[in-house]
């Protein structure tokens, strides 16, 4: 029973750049979600999307941007980098959508130099 | 928007001893809320949820109250083990169907 994966795992890029961040939920989950995670703190919302819908999206720029394909997986695409983008970004997935369980896959450690 | 407050922050118990963490949300409307348990370096991990429907979940060790009138649920560990060494956040998720975090409680299980 295949979890939520996401890639990399790891990510070292420079400022002004772009980065491309990929996730699949599990099987028969229709939701993803994607947070960003900064050290000792607690996951802050992104995105939501479902059906290929964005559902939600939280208080973030417009650098940040996000899709979720036919095959419910998603990407989510960060440009113009800043140091402050280091973080861990966490994707969930669930069922469908924010009032159901949602599982998390491991992350993407981004580190923006 | 939706508001989570955690309390406390670090929380240190004797292993066989019991352990509570609470959090406060902001928004009536929210319906779900659910814990998280995450251990250094690895992902969030879903432990128990509560609806608003229901006023108390227990599973084994671990149970969650929540109080619709008072706007806050709490998360109550027995028989703690050093296993249960984590830092736990809470989550309510309100009108905008996205999971708002608390700031999360480092517990340490001492032996």
């Known amino acids: 029973d295949a979890g939520v994966t996401q890639s990399p795992t790891h990510l070292i890029k420079t400022r002004g750049q772009q980065v491309t961040l990929r996730c699949s939920p599990i099987?028969?989950?229709?939701?993803v979600s994607w947070y960003q995670q900064v050290l000792g703190q607690g996951p802050q919302f992104i995105f939501q999307y479902y059906e290929k819908e964005e559902r939600g999206r939280g208080n973030f720029p417009d650098r940040f941007s996000a899709r979720q394909f036919p095959n419910y997986s998603s990407e989510l695409n960060v440009n113009a980098l800043l140091l402050g983008d280091s973080a861990l970004y966490l994707c969930?997935?669930?069922?469908?959508?924010?009032?159901?369980?949602?599982?998390f896959g491991p992350g993407t450690r981004l580190t923006v130099t | 928007g939706e508001n989570v407050e955690q309390h406390p922050s670090t929380l240190s118990v004797q292993e066989g001893d019991s352990a509570v963490i609470k959090c406060t949300y902001s928004d009536s409307a929210s319906n779900y809320f659910p814990w998280y348990k995450q251990e250094l370096g690895k992902r969030p991990q879903l432990i128990i949820d509560i609806r608003s429907n229901v006023g108390e979940k227990k599973d084994q060790r671990i149970a969650v109250t929540l109080n619709k009138t008072a706007k806050h649920f709490s998360l109550h560990i027995t028989e703690t083990q050093p296993e249960d060494s984590a830092v736990y956040f809470c989550a309510a998720t309100g009108t905008a169907s996205k999971l708002t975090f608390g700031t999360g409680t480092r517990l340490q299980v001492t032996l």
């Open positions: 099987s028969g989950h229709k939701s």
């Open positions: 969930a997935s669930s069922l469908v959508g924010g009032k159901y369980e949602q599982y």
